[in-house]
């Protein structure tokens, strides 16, 4: 479902948009004006996204680790 929402665009962009948009076989400026919306909105989630990943991974480097061979150092291998 669709919401009319109402944007603000410099007037050279509008322009622009209005004389190609059917060069380009959009089927009208709001098809358009989505699918520029569409596309930033997609990039933006992809930055977010990475942002999280770097942020997730800087906060598992900080944090303290189990040294998982405490429990069998200074034993011999051999005599287990």
Same mark, same amino acid.
């Given at each position: *479902?669709?919401? @009319? ?5 410099? $007037?050279?962009?509008? %322009?622009? /948009?209005?004389?190609?948009? $059917? ?9 358009? *004006? ?10 933006? #989630?992809?930055?977010? #996204? %990475?942002? $999280?990943?770097?942020?997730? *991974?800087? *906060?598992?480097? #900080?944090? @303290?680790?189990?040294?998982?061979? %405490?429990? /069998?150092?200074? %034993?011999?291998?051999?005599? #287990?």
């Amino acid at each position: *479902m669709l919401i @009319p929402t109402k944007i603000q665009i410099d $007037k050279k962009i509008y %322009e622009f /948009i209005k004389q190609t948009h $059917k060069k380009l076989h959009y089927r009208s400026l709001s098809e358009y *004006m989505r699918e520029a919306v569409n596309t930033k909105v997609e990039e933006d #989630r992809k930055r977010l #996204r %990475e942002l $999280k990943r770097i942020a997730a *991974m800087e *906060m598992i480097g #900080r944090a @303290p680790y189990d040294n998982l061979f %405490e429990s /069998i150092e200074g %034993e011999d291998f051999e005599d #287990r």
